[in-house]
């Protein structure tokens, strides 16, 4: 088999595990897959929030967890409701992004070792909230950069998907990245954005997955046009 056909081999099972990691195999055309994406989306502002939809995660019961040492910070999972899928949400107060102390924490990576995606370092100061009955959710805060890992469970096959978070103007805000599991566990969604943007943009500011940010995605950490692949929360 040449270099040419093995890659379109590669690319067509990677398509088929992101159809079933995105929850969009009883819909789509399998000729013409679109999988709509999870609507997720970052508010500037004071506070800045950030709110993740989990699709087809069991969260049966809510939770609050504070952040250590980030007054007024906490992060809350949502249990579904009727068609509205569970989901998790991130408030920082603009002012707790500027913590010195907080970032004298060790730097810290993915659960499993594995570095963060799009972070220079592949650390980060980082905090771990441990969630009855599931993994820890994972805080990190930086100089530039905050994120949060919050874990999941997919159906293998699984693999790494990267998508930028744009702002309506167009301007690059972050990034959310489909992480794989190692080892049948450690698997997830890692979202990083600027938060000195965030903090300083208009109230009503906000960012999510456009579908211009679909031509930029990388898949394995290999540059890929999505647009024909995935659809956009309207």
């Known amino acids: 088999m040449g270099s040419q056909n093995i890659f379109k081999a590669v690319r067509l099972m990677a398509i088929i595990s992101l159809i079933f990691v995105f929850g969009g195999a009883e819909k789509c055309n399998w000729f013409a897959p679109k999988i709509k994406l999870p609507d997720v989306k970052l508010t500037f502002g004071d506070p800045v929030t950030l709110s993740i939809p989990l699709k087809g995660q069991e ?67 980082a905090v771990a909230l441990a969630v009855p009955q599931r993994n820890n959710i994972v805080f990190y805060l930086g100089l530039e950069v905050a994120g949060i890992f919050v874990p999941t469970k997919s159906k293998e096959p699984d693999v790494q998907l990267t998508l930028p978070i744009s702002d309506n103007a167009g301007r690059n805000i972050g990034f959310i990245t489909r992480i794989p599991q190692s080892n049948g566990d450690n698997g997830g969604y890692f979202v990083s954005f600027n938060w000195n943007v965030a903090t300083t943009n208009p109230p009503l500011g906000a960012a999510r997955i456009h579908e211009e940010d679909l031509a930029n995605a990388e898949l394995e950490g290999i540059p890929y046009d999505m647009r024909d692949v995935f659809e956009v929360a309207q």
């Open 59 to 125: 969260i049966l019961v809510g939770i609050k967890l504070d952040i250590p040492d980030l007054e007024g910070s906490f992060v809350e999972l949502i249990p579904q409701a009727g068609n509205t899928p569970a989901s998790v949400f991130l408030s920082v107060p603009a002012k707790a992004f500027d913590n010195p102390p907080f970032r004298l924490r060790d730097p810290g990576t993915l659960p499993d070792g594995r570095p963060l995606p799009k972070i220079a370092d592949g650390k980060l100061p």
